[in-house]
């Protein structure tokens, strides 16, 4: 049994394949196809911060697949009234195939991995969005191939999407630039151990130049909702413009997870901009949660 709580729980290998099925499985879901490999299977849903299109993907993913999902929010269960996340593990992973969780510590997911009988996605905490990256790599290869030995910009904060990015180049093989101002670095920890694979810069014109890929994501994550004005204010000249990305190389992607804030990290025009790919990216998430899914639930079929 596996769980998917970040990049590194996967072998580069285990990654690729990943990417390569969800190019499939899109191009199936494209033509029609009907394909139900989890008949009868069903994924538990957990979500303690808000959420448009994990939750959306994830459960129109189930349904393709044939099976079902089932939303959980702290306001109508036990968790979150104090239910233990290691009791709620043990029950639910009694009844489900499959736990999806998006929460706050990270420590959470690892816990509540400990106790659970079946697989556990991590569908963001505060330090690693991994299924995101499945997308974001999902959607550079679609549109320019492989990943590997390119120069990737992270502008703006070190914060969870930062630091999957970081387990992505290890993973994928890229070089990753990160421009954040001072105190908004990510974690020295895992720059450290990937100190061949990412660079660290202040100034974001730096960052971007030679890249094949610039990506950045709001300001004030979530549960940062009282730091929004500060940040706003630190964090002005981290806006992703067209104009930055003139200075990349001519052939450079955009990416955002989403939601954006136009105005603030990206400029009013930029998610119009023909370099911006940012709608594929989403829709990308629907594709590649359902590859991870097969992978977890049928690996022995
Ligand atoms: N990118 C992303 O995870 O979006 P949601 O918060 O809408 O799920
Ligand atoms: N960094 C953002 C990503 C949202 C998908 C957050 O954690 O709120």
């Given at each position: 049994m ?14 690729n ?7 499939e ?63 709620s593990?043990?029950v ?19 816990r509540f ?9 991590n ?6 969005h ?14 320019r ?42 974690s ?18 730096d960052?971007?130049?030679?890249a094949?890929?610039?990506a950045?994501?709001?300001w004030?994550?979530?549960g ?20 930055l ?7 450079v ?15 009013e ?33």
């Amino acid at each position: 049994m596996r769980h998917f709580l970040t990049l590194l729980d996967f072998s580069p290998e285990e990654l690729n394949w990943l990417i390569e099925r969800a190019i499939e499985l899109k191009q199936m879901h494209k033509r029609g196809e009907v394909y139900e490999p989890l008949k009868n299977r069903v994924l538990g849903m957990i979500f303690e911060k808000s959420s448009t299109r994990t939750r959306v993907s994830f459960e129109a993913g189930m349904a393709q697949l044939g099976g079902h999902a089932i939303f959980l929010s702290p306001r109508d269960t036990q968790l979150g009234r104090g239910e233990p996340v290691e009791d709620s593990a043990r029950v639910l992973s009694r009844m489900v195939d499959v736990v999806m969780i998006r929460t706050f510590e990270h420590e959470i997911v690892e816990r509540f991995s400990a106790f659970s009988e079946v697989p556990v996605i991590n569908a963001l905490t505060n330090d690693f969005h991994p299924c995101q990256l499945l997308a974001d790599i999902q959607t550079y290869v679609e549109h320019r191939g492989s990943i590997k030995g390119k120069t990737v910009a992270w502008v703006g904060d070190g914060n969870n999407m930062c630091q999957s990015y970081i387990n992505a180049a290890q993973q994928f093989d890229f070089h990753l630039n990160v421009a954040t101002p001072e105190g908004y670095e990510p974690s020295a920890f895992l720059v450290k151990e990937a100190a061949d694979r990412v660079s660290l810069f202040r100034d974001p014109k730096d960052a971007v130049k030679g890249a094949d890929l610039v990506a950045t994501d709001v300001w004030a994550s979530m549960g940062q909702e009282d730091e929004q004005a500060e940040r706003v204010r630190i964090f002005r000249p981290y806006q992703v413009s067209r104009e930055l990305l003139d200075l990349a190389n001519p052939d450079v992607l955009f990416m955002h997870c989403l939601p954006a804030h136009r105005g603030e990290e990206v400029s009013e025009d930029l998610l119009d901009d023909p370099r911006a790919v940012v709608w594929d990216e989403a829709e990308n998430r629907l594709h590649a949660q359902k590859a991870l899914l097969e992978f977890l639930l049928c690996q022995e079929e």
